[in-house]
C-alpha cells in the first residue's frame, strides 16, 4: 500500500540501497527503489519499458545506472552529454515517477496494489502515461488506486466500468462501479473527467 510514501529531499527513495536489501517489490516507503530497480533492469524487456516511461517523463534521460559503494547501491539518472544525476539530486517529480515505474512495471508484483493519488507532484502530461501503467499492472495483478483528478479518470474514457465512484451516504460509504451503457451517450459529446466534475457520475462533495 502507498499513502505516505514521501520524496523531499531527506526522504527514503533518494538514499541508497542496501546491496543485500530486499528486492522483490517496492516497500511502503519506497526506502529500497535502487535495489528492486536495479533488479528490474537486469532483464531486458522491463529494461526498455522502464527507459521508454522514463524519457516520455523526462526526455534527456538515457539510462539508469547502478554503482555499488561498500554495501550500499546507488543510482544515477544518465542524460544526454554525459550528465548524470544521483537520486539524491533528481526532481520530486521524477523521482515519484521512478517509483511508480518501480510498482507499475514490476513483473512479479504482490498480489495487491494500492496507490493512494498517484498523480500528485506529476506534470499534467504525464497522466496518459500513467493510466497506462495502470493497465499494464493491472494485467498481472490487482491494482486499486485513489484519485481526485479529472485527467485521470479522463484518461479511462473507453473503459468507463474500470472506475468506481465513492460516495457517503446517511453516513455510510456506497461504491458504485460505472456502467459502460449508461454513459454511452453522455461520451459521444463529453470526456469522463468532465462527466465527473459536472456531477453526473457522482463522486462530488456538494
Known sequence: MYRDWSVGIDSAP?????IDGKADFLEEDAG????????MMLVPQIKDQVLSYLQRFYAPATDVRFEV???VLIARVEEWRRFSTTTYRLSDGTLRWLCLLTILLNPDPPPLICIEE???GLH????????ELLRIASGRTQVIATTHSDLLI???????ESIVVCDKE???TRLRRLDRGELESWLKDYALGDLWMKGQIGGVRF
Open 14 to 18: 533518494r538514499d541508497a540501497s542496501p
Open 32 to 39: 529500497n527503489l535502487t535495489t528492486v530497480l536495479n533488479r
Open 69 to 71: 559503494q561498500g554495501k
Open 118 to 120: 498517484p498523480e500528485l
Open 124 to 131: 499534467p502530461d504525464a497522466i496518459s502515461s500513467l493510466a
Open 154 to 160: 479522463t484518461a479511462f474514457g473507453s473503459e468507463p
Open 170 to 172: 446517511d453516513d455510510a
